[in-house]
Antibody, heavy 125, light 108 residues
């Protein structure tokens, strides 16, 4: 059974860089897109970005200028860096495994079936 | 458009049927995916594809879609179904992932 274990600094000061890593255990790293999602206190889920095993990335347009997602396939890990953080970046950050499927009737579907437990990141001076 | 729209809150009497909806342009080409999230926990996948449930998800959960609207139906809601529910897909370009704003389900 695939599990995601994530870690990183939980308390940052404004202007610092958030850094989180997610390790994949018990399954293949290839064939999936690996995402970071965040959830501010009391709010909904926000997709940050994703990477595949080849290093191809997609980012949320609203965060693109500050986000870097990288992958280390030798360790089955992927990482998130978010620069110049402010209080608005305070959130629970999740990593997740995602996959896009094309159906026979040319519909698609995308799902995230494995999630990390989440890391609470607080930005405060 | 890259937005998915959900009603903020829905309630249902114990044992009754409830439908949670999600609207968005991308749903004309993507089946919506649905997640359940309880307080303090990570989201859990409950419906994906046309109407698929992961192992361990009760069969009272089902999904459907029509045009730009997807629905999650809970037939015979239980107290443990009280949670936030999020819909999700990729946007119409396929380059980004989008979530709906979430629906808080209260079981009365």
């Amino acid at each position: 059974q695939v599990q995601l274990q994530q870690w990183g600094a939980g308390l940052l000061k404004p202007s610092e860089t958030l850094s989180l890593t997610c390790a994949v255990y018990g399954g293949s790293f290839s064939g999936y897109y690996w995402s970071w999602i965040r959830q501010p206190p009391g709010k909904g889920l926000e997709w940050i970005g994703e990477i595949n095993d080849s290093g191809s990335t997609n980012y949320n347009s609203s965060l693109k200028s500050r986000v870097t997602i990288s992958v280390d396939t030798s360790k089955n890990q992927f990482s998130l860096k978010l620069s110049s953080v402010t209080a608005a970046d305070t959130a629970v950050y999740y990593c997740a495994r995602g996959r896009t499927v094309t159906t026979l009737n040319y519909y698609y579907y995308y799902y995230m079936d494995v999630w990390g437990k989440g890391t609470t990141v607080t930005v405060s001076s | 458009s890259s937005e998915l729209t959900q009603d903020p809150a829905v309630s249902v009497a114990l044992g009754q049927t409830v439908r949670i909806t999600c609207q968005g342009d991308s749903l004309r080409t993507y089946y919506a995916t649905w997640y359940q999230q309880k307080p303090g926990q990570a989201p859990v996948l409950v419906i994906y594809g046309k109407n698929n449930r992961p192992s361990g998800i009760p069969d009272r959960f089902s999904g459907s879609s029509s045009g730009n609207t997807a629905s999650l139906t809970i037939t015979g809601a239980q107290a443990e179904d009280e949670a936030d529910y999020y819909c999700n897909s990729r946007d119409s370009s396929g380059n980004h992932v989008v979530f709906g704003g979430g629906t808080k389900l209260t079981v009365l």
